[in-house]
């Protein structure tokens, strides 16, 4: 036998920057889509502007999100919607159920990885689209910009409420190793989450009741905390433990996902696929 | 030194058993009970470096368990591995890079980006250094006629072309070992011949070790010297396949032009083709030779022509298929 080299090989950065830079050239392909998703974005600022400014008309407004709070919640809503929205793992579904997952398998690269950077790199050509987009929904709605400490933390509440999402995603699309049709289960999932995930309408609208319940759903944590911290209504005390509440969903979610991966490539490869 | 190392090779599947209908979905939701599939049973074979062997079986024999063993994907039930040292499974990364895959039935370029593009990234993924990328691609390119179609994406690309690409893409990291599963499937005379031209040239050059899964025994004639039949995960056969055709090829066809009609034939052969003057007689060479039959028919007809037909691979493999292997087939050989 020739010699084996026991040394693992270090880790190389490289592909997974390739895997992200090829998915950002990827989805520039489809110009289409870009310029309908900024339309449609628009379309849904606008419309949104009129419903709030009409509820708020016959109603009395909650003392925490008076009118322009609210149109501000919603606008920036819909623009994190633009990264929010993608399910960035689809390919490995696609991959599980058309079986070229066994070429990834076959090649010298950390497999998770590739649809994480994969998915990062779509993620992140669509986060480009949110500057045109909010340069044109200044002309249609006035929003309010917090001070710079305050767009910090909403940055950093942003980027854990992705992660969340990411994982979310990620782990519908691994029930992929076991059962081939998810799309049912997915769209109750994109159902649920879109409502109290608090993206289109805030948490505290809701009823006490569905507000304990949303507390131990993980949807909040997506949408709901970084627009409140945004708007001020999570204030300055407030942010450590939204933060802390939001990391220790990821650190959650992230750990189903590697123990669902494991099971499920043990699935493949002692099972047989 | 064998570069691959394949002992007493195992691989059982084991699925949840599950009754039809509505009902035996609700059962299968309480009750685990598993059906055991034996996909590879004890197969045990060992290849040189440079090696070009063809690893031949019906549909369900274990060839592609075999490979996806020999990949990493699948891990043996029994039985020990080795490829280039490494045991597969235990270091998939490293194996990895060692191997080269292509399966007709799917690509693995990328099918949204240019074909160049898919390149770029497989040198990224195997870190090829650039020079040597840049070798390898004006080689590929020129034998395999890449040139026209490199910014073409993946999806627009004919058969033979994405074929064409995958091989070049396989083969872009160098790696000392090749597995080819049906690499010629659904191309046409002229693209099969380009692709064979290409297995023999990188094994030949480069010294390459290619195992070669196909249906189609006609690449195997053309580029294996030895063959490895399976058959219900069991080897079967391991050998040359001149060793095949001798043990198996006793048959032979004899064509006859009769320059005039004749219609008794006495001769120790059986006759299975008859069109107008053309005769065909088949005969067992250990029985007769060519030249003692040709006798026998001209001191009864006259004749104007004769050819003889040697056994191809493919008949003789159906005929192991059909009857079983073994030693010394043909009885008493000559």
Redesign the interface.
């Known amino acids: 036998?020739?010699?084996?080299?026991r040394v693992?090989?270090p880790f190389?950065l490289?592909?997974y920057?390739?895997?992200a830079s090829?998915a950002m050239?990827?989805e520039a392909?489809y110009r289409f889509d870009v310029f309908t998703s900024i339309a449609s974005v628009l379309v849904r600022v606008y419309l949104l502007r009129m419903v709030w400014i009409a509820l708020y008309a016959r109603n009395a407004a909650p003392k925490e999100l008076p009118l322009h709070a609210i149109i501000t919640y919603s606008t920036v809503a819909l623009l994190m919607g633009l990264v929010m929205d993608i399910d960035q793992t689809r390919s490995l579904h696609d991959r599980l159920h058309d079986?070229?997952i066994?070429?990834d398998?076959?090649?010298?690269?950390?497999v998770p990885l590739y649809f994480f950077a994969d998915g990062t790199g779509e993620v992140l050509f669509h986060a480009l689209l949110i500057v045109p987009s909010l340069g044109l929904a200044l002309f249609l709605v006035h929003i309010d910009v917090p001070d710079a400490a305050t767009l910090g933390a909403f940055a950093l509440s942003f980027l854990l409420g992705y992660f969340v999402g990411f994982f979310i995603n990620f782990i519908l699309n691994c029930t992929a190793f076991w059962t081939l049709e998810i799309s049912a289960v997915q769209m109750i999932v994109t159902w649920v989450s879109d409502l109290l995930g608090g993206e289109l309408v805030p948490l505290v609208f809701f009823p006490l009741a569905l507000q304990k319940v949303v507390v131990v759903l993980p949807f909040a944590a997506m949408f709901s905390t970084p627009l409140l911290i945004y708007t001020g209504v999570i204030p300055r005390a407030g942010w450590p433990g939204a933060l802390a509440v939001q990391a220790a969903w990821v650190v959650l979610l992230g750990g189903i996902s590697a123990l669902l991966w494991r099971a499920g490539t043990k699935r493949?490869?002692?099972?047989?696929g | 030194?064998?570069?691959i190392?394949a002992i007493r090779l195992r691989?059982v599947?084991?699925?949840p058993e599950r009754e039809p209908g509505l009902r035996g979905a609700a059962k299968a939701l309480f009750t685990r009970r598993y059906t055991e599939k034996v996909?590879v049973d004890d197969i045990s074979f060992a290849l040189e470096p440079g090696e070009l062997v063809g690893y031949i079986g019906p549909n369900g024999a274990g060839k592609s368990?075999t490979i996806?063993m020999l990949?990493?994907?699948?891990?043996p039930s029994g039985g020990t591995l080795?490829v280039?040292?490494?045991v597969p499974?235990e270091?998939?990364?490293?194996n990895?890079?060692n191997?080269g895959?292509v399966?007709g039935q799917?690509s693995?370029l990328?099918w949204?980006?240019p074909l160049r593009?898919s390149f770029?990234?497989l040198r990224?993924?195997?870190?090829v250094p650039r020079e040597r990328y840049e070798r390898n691609m004006r080689q590929f390119a020129e034998m395999l006629d890449l040139e026209e179609f490199l910014a073409t994406p993946v999806r627009q690309l004919s058969l033979g072309e994405r074929m064409r690409g995958d091989f070049a893409a396989a083969m872009l990291h160098d790696p000392p070992i090749v597995y080819l599963d049906e690499p010629t499937i659904g191309l046409d005379v002229v693209a099969k011949e380009a692709i064979r031209e290409f297995i023999a040239e990188i094994n030949r050059e480069r010294g390459t070790t290619v195992i070669l899964t196909t249906h189609d025994l006609a690449d195997v004639e053309r580029l294996a010297r030895r063959i490895i039949l399976i058959d219900d995960g069991r080897v079967i056969y391991d050998g040359g396949l001149e060793r095949l055709r001798e043990e198996y090829g006793t048959h032979r066809t004899l064509v006859v032009t009769l320059a005039e009609s004749c219609e008794r034939f006495d001769v120790p052969a059986e006759v299975v083709g008859r069109e107008g003057n053309v005769v065909r007689l088949r005969f067992n060479r250990h029985a007769i030779t060519a030249e003692a039959l040709i006798r026998r028919v001209t001191e009864q007809c006259t004749i104007s022509d004769v050819t003889i037909i040697e056994p191809d691979i493919e008949s003789i493999v159906r005929r192991i298929y059909l009857e079983g292997y073994h030693d010394g087939a043909a009885g008493t050989p000559s």
């Open positions: 036998m020739i010699a084996a080299r693992p090989k190389r490289e592909p920057v390739a895997f090829r050239a990827r392909t079986g070229s066994a070429s398998f076959m090649k010298p690269i950390v493949i490869v002692v099972q047989g | 030194m064998a570069i190392e691989k599947f084991r699925s996909a368990t996806k990949t990493g994907i699948l891990v080795h280039a040292g490494i499974h270091r998939r990364m490293d990895a890079a191997i895959a399966f799917r693995q990328y949204d980006l593009e770029e990234l990224a993924i195997y870190d």
